[in-house]
């Protein structure tokens, strides 16, 4: 079946480092691929998507690339900021949504 | 707007109790579901509604039972529920368009059972 694997966390930087997210995911077929955040106490929001082979996704200085032949689509932004902290779930939609176990970021100051 | 909205935000509620959630969204989706988050985990699906009809039933015990009365609502009714039912509730909805079926979440209901 198909399947979402995300790093283990938590994830700790110093701010203004380099974030690496890594997802990889098992499906048969070509699922849309998707970043979900969740700041503490909060619900889910959407951070980027890709629908395609090759496709990247971007959103508040996120990027994300839709990588077929490694089945990847890992998680990266260039310089965080203390807010960037919370869960980061990668997940797929094939018939259903199926998440990583998720990812938690601790940006220090 | 993109804007799933859930009353209340919060709510604690005893074993013996009748309580129910509420999930609105206004973007003319076609799809809505129920998820149910504990702390640390991703959240799992309960229910799925799709053109107003249950589409989805994740085996989820008849304590907590669904309705849709519109295609802008979704409620969830909760009936003697165990303390182990704690959690985030998180609603979602979709497009049903053919397309990419993004779907978007709203803030959540911390259900608290004493």
């Known amino acids: 079946g198909n399947s979402v694997t995300q790093m283990e966390g938590p994830v700790t930087l110093s701010e203004e480092a380099f974030l690496t997210i890594n997802c990889t995911y098992t499906a048969t077929g070509y699922p849309s691929l998707f970043w979900y955040v969740q700041y503490p106490g909060e619900g889910l929001q959407l951070l980027l998507k890709a629908t395609k082979a090759d496709d990247k996704g971007s959103n508040k200085g996120f990027e994300a690339t839709y990588r077929k032949e490694t089945t990847s689509f890992h998680l990266e932004k260039g310089s965080v900021q203390v807010s960037d902290s919370a869960v980061y779930f990668c997940?797929?939609?094939?018939?259903?949504?199926?998440f990583g176990k998720g990812t938690r970021l601790h940006i220090l100051p | 707007d993109t804007e799933v909205t859930q009353t209340p935000k919060h709510l604690v509620m005893g074993m013996t109790n009748k309580k129910s959630l509420k999930c609105e969204q206004h973007m003319g989706h076609r799809a809505m579901y129920w998820y149910k988050q504990k702390a640390k985990k991703p959240p799992e699906l309960m229910f799925v509604?799709?053109?107003?009809?249950?589409?989805i039933n994740e085996s989820v015990p008849s304590r907590f039972s669904p309705e849709c009365p519109n295609s802008s609502l979704l409620n969830l009714h909760l009936h003697a529920l165990q303390p182990e039912d704690s959690a985030l509730y998180l609603c979602?909805?979709?497009?049903?368009?053919?397309?990419?079926?993004?779907?978007?979440f709203g803030p959540g209901t911390r259900l608290l059972v004493l």
């Open positions: 997940a797929l939609i094939d018939d259903k949504i199926i």
């Open positions: 979602a909805s979709s497009p049903l368009s053919g397309g990419v079926e993004t779907q978007y």
């Open positions: 509604y799709s053109y107003e009809k249950l589409s």
